[in-house]
């Protein structure tokens, strides 16, 4: 069986200090994107992402209804994502409707062009 090694001859010290110091100055940046990536990561969140992108704002019963969830479960999703700050809500009379946050827009965005491209190669 082979085994996965490495046997470097010449290491670049250059190159592996600049790549630290990179990673290290830009933690904050992968903490924040892993973050989204985690939660929009889980199948129901991003298919709630992409029909609140799609539809701008829904609320829990509609999400129930689209997804044929019950509205506890999708509330779970909801708050952990409310949680996370991808989403804000709004309270309108007893109704309250979710929408993404403006700010995980440019994130998200293309995640959602990719699942309508896929969809469209599919259907070819």
């Not at 990561?41 to 539809?55: A, C, F, H, P």
């Not at 009379?93 to 440019?106: D, M, N, P, R, V």
Request: overall charge positive; aromatic content about 4%.
């Amino acid at each position: 069986m082979e085994k996965n090694t490495c046997i470097r001859v010449l290491a670049d010290p250059v190159q592996i200090r600049q790549c630290k110091e990179e990673i290290t100055a830009k933690k904050s940046a992968f903490c924040h994107l892993s973050n989204v990536l985690s939660l929009a990561g889980n199948e129901v969140r991003l298919k709630i992402l992409y029909l609140l992108d799609s539809e701008k704002e829904l609320c829990p019963c509609d999400l129930s209804d689209i997804l044929q969830m019950s509205i506890p479960a999708v509330s779970q999703h909801l708050r952990k994502m409310k949680d996370g700050g991808l989403i804000e809500n709004k309270k309108v009379g007893q109704t309250i409707f979710y929408s993404l946050s403006a700010e995980h827009l440019k994130t998200l965005r293309p995640f959602f062009k990719q699942i309508r491209e896929l969809n469209e190669k599919a259907e070819v």
